[in-house]
């Protein structure tokens, strides 16, 4: 079975606004899904009040947050409580390094790596360093980016309390095996693992049980739905953890780690994703009983066969070109090979290329995309940065090869 693409693109009329641009820049964040579009259009004309209350439209408001709640836990497989919609996944990790962090001592120790956005990174640094907590870096390999399991191990011991890596490097492009570093972490430790999905969850949504993790984040609006981030904190670590609501709301679901509250309608609207996934799987698989994480895990062979064949054409171009140094694998055999391909021009800047790119109808940009120390430690000026394509399933082959037709002409 293959990827229906035109029934996918019809999924998203941002697409039809200009057929002739191409859109490569979907790692900062995606297009919005019509279903997410129509149930913001919803909520703000007829339930933009406060919800939850007796009437009406307050009781129906409550209902629309309630179903996007209960929908994302069904996808990833976690229980309503473990689950936090907040503004970003910058805001969230941010929060999160207040609630593990409080309870650190002198003496503890917890392991970050350099291929993170730096909001997988800096809070823990910064909370680690006010507590007099030692850091400990898995550091990547400084050619091709990646990160290498058994370069982990050894910074393990008895004194870990905590391990934050990305599932998904948004420069690398390369997935992590999770569940296999996760087991590998707790065979040898008592750590907890917090993980950032935000460049891996556009291509797949995970049933986070079967990952293990003890915290996972990502952005909804990465992932075809509103400004929101998704936050998931396992809860059996919860008592380890401070809550960062109001007094008279710590314990409460979904605030202990949200202290600014819920935005109403960007939370109703999120169950737009969920339902254009639902959409997706029964055009392809028809009429199906089976549970929602089951269903994600379909659409994840579906999609993956599919981006990969788009990613494939532009990672040889670039990884056989004399003027190119690609970041991350140079092929997608692997299946973890997402379509996020950073690289840096060899004979020009990247800005240059970006620009050419740009005035020939190719939407991408440049720069260090908030992986400053990545960025930094392959020797790549943090400024100028790298090229970065980021394609996602509502890509076609097409605007694959008008990406290869412009940068050959950009290079040459």
Not at 138 to 160: H, M
Not at 386 to 392: G, T
Request: glycine fraction near 6%; include cysteine; charged fraction near 20%.
């Amino acid at each position: 079975m293959k990827l229906d693409i035109d029934f996918v693109r019809t999924q998203f009329s941002q697409l039809d606004d200009d057929p002739e641009f191409i859109f490569a820049a979907n790692a900062g964040g995606s297009y919005v899904c019509n279903q997410v579009n129509d149930l913001m259009e919803h909520y703000n004309r007829h339930t933009r009040v406060q919800p939850y209350s007796r009437f009406s439209s307050s009781n129906d408001a409550g209902k629309a947050m309630d179903r996007a709640k209960q929908l994302w836990a069904d996808a990833l497989n976690i229980e309503l409580s473990e689950l936090t919609f907040g503004p970003s996944t910058s805001i969230n990790t941010y929060v999160m390094a207040q609630a593990i962090g409080a309870n650190w001592k002198s003496g503890d120790e917890i392991i970050v790596t350099n291929q993170d956005h730096e909001a997988n990174s800096g809070v823990w640094r910064r909370k680690a360093k006010e507590k007099g907590v030692t850091i400990r870096q898995w550091g990547v390999d400084l050619v091709t980016g990646l990160l290498d399991i058994d370069s982990l191990l050894p910074l393990i011991n008895a004194n870990t309390r905590w391990v934050f890596f990305t599932h998904c490097s948004n420069i690398v492009g390369t997935a992590n095996p999770v569940a296999e570093i996760t087991k590998a972490i707790k065979a040898n430790s008592n750590a907890k693992v917090f993980v950032d999905a935000v460049a891996y969850a556009p291509h797949h949504i995970c049933d986070l049980k079967a990952l293990g993790v003890d915290g996972y984040a990502f952005s909804l609006y990465k992932v075809f739905g509103p400004h929101q981030g998704l936050l998931y904190v396992n809860r059996e670590v919860t008592d380890d953890l401070t809550s960062q609501a109001h007094y008279f709301n710590t314990g409460s679901p979904g605030y202990d780690y949200n202290p600014a509250g819920p935005q109403h309608a960007q939370i109703a609207a999120c169950a737009g994703v969920i339902d254009y996934f639902n959409d997706l799987h029964r055009h392809h698989f028809g009429n199906s009983a089976a549970k929602l994480a089951e269903k994600m895990n379909d659409l994840h062979d579906l999609i993956q066969a599919y981006e990969n064949q788009l990613g494939a054409s532009i990672i040889d171009f670039l990884s056989n070109h004399a003027d190119i140094q690609l970041i991350g694998k140079t092929h997608t055999n692997d299946n973890d090979r997402a379509p996020t391909i950073a690289f840096k021009p060899l004979r020009q800047s990247s800005e240059s290329l970006v620009h050419a790119l740009q005035d020939n109808g190719i939407g991408t940009e440049n720069g260090n995309f908030y992986a400053h120390r990545l960025i930094t430690d392959l020797g790549i000026d943090p400024e100028d940065g790298v090229v970065r394509l980021s394609l996602v399933h509502y890509n076609r082959q097409a605007d694959v090869d008008r990406i290869l037709v412009e940068l050959d002409r950009a290079l040459n």
